[in-house]
């Protein structure tokens, strides 16, 4: 779902808007954008405001730190595949409610980790994706600081959010607190049952390096059917040496 999107944006007091059609009628203005990418970037695209790189032209996007920001995308999906379908924002920055049809599919509160939802029961034939971007700053109000908290002048409101911390400013670069889809979105489908994670991991090695033990951790999502049976099977191969591991599992996650 990278490429074309249309987005909206205002720093006054938000509508409760679900669709394009909420956001027009709310006296917003859609325009096109690119995903990725973020919300500077998007103005600049637009003709909205100047090259953010240039002279002292960051300073004046203060203001952006209160938007709120609208993204859309449409997309069809004709013939569905089975399984659950899953939407994934690799990059979301960063408060974010994601609205499939005009249902609520999940909400996001962290640009650094893949956020994922199940939008099985939201999909369509023809289907319209809004993401409501909250403005972090706005956010962080929400929480409570004691004294003695370790964190710079700048950056005070960035404690309890997981955003990138140079956005507050850092030596590398001014303050700006953006907003945006900064990485690929996608929609998947996976089976009812599979595996979410998995994790080899080296326990110890022998001197001639011809014996080692290994731990391995896995998640899984399985089918909630009261008596199912499971079995996790690990076929591993390095250079002339292989071994099986075949258990049963007794929970959806765990250590083999």
């Known amino acids: ?40 970037l998007d103005l600049q695209a637009a003709g909205q405001i100047g090259d953010p790189f240039v002279g002292m ?16 995308r449409r ?8 399984g659950r379908a899953e939407l994934v924002f690799d990059g979301l920055d960063c408060y974010a409610d994601v609205y499939l049809n005009g249902v609520h599919v999940g909400s996001g509160d962290n640009m650094l980790v893949p956020q994922v939802f199940d939008v099985s029961a939201a999909l369509a034939a023809q289907n319209e994706l809004v993401v409501h971007l909250r403005p972090a700053v706005q956010e962080a109000r929400q929480f409570d600081y004691p004294p003695l908290l370790g ?27 953006s907003a945006g889809i900064w ?16 994790y080899l991991q080296t326990c110890s090695l022998s001197a001639t390096q011809d014996r080692a033990d290994l731990a391995l951790t896995y998640r899984a999502h399985l089918d909630p059917t009261p008596g199912a049976v499971y079995a996790l099977r690990l076929i591993a191969t390095c250079g002339a040496s292989s071994f ?3 258990e049963r599992l007794l929970f959806e996650a765990g250590t083999a």
Request: aromatic share 10%; hydrophobic share 40%.
């Open 57 to 72: 032209n960051m300073a004046g996007l203060a203001f952006l730190e209160r938007a709120h920001a609208w993204y859309v």
């Open 183 to 198: 990485r690929p979105v996608r929609l998947q489908f996976r089976p009812t049952e599979h595996l979410d994670d998995v």
């Open 75 to 82: 997309f069809d999906l004709p013939q569905r595949p089975a």
């Open 1 to 40: 779902l990278t490429g074309d999107w249309e987005f909206a944006w205002t720093d006054e007091t938000p509508p409760d808007a679900r669709s394009a059609t909420a956001l027009t009628a709310a006296g917003l203005t859609l325009r096109g954008c690119h995903v990725p990418g973020n919300l500077e």
């Open 151 to 177: 964190a710079l002048r700048s950056n005070v409101e960035s404690l309890y959010v997981r955003k990138a911390p140079h956005m507050y400013g850092w030596d590398i670069m001014p303050r700006a607190v």
């Open 244 to 246: 099986t591991l075949e």
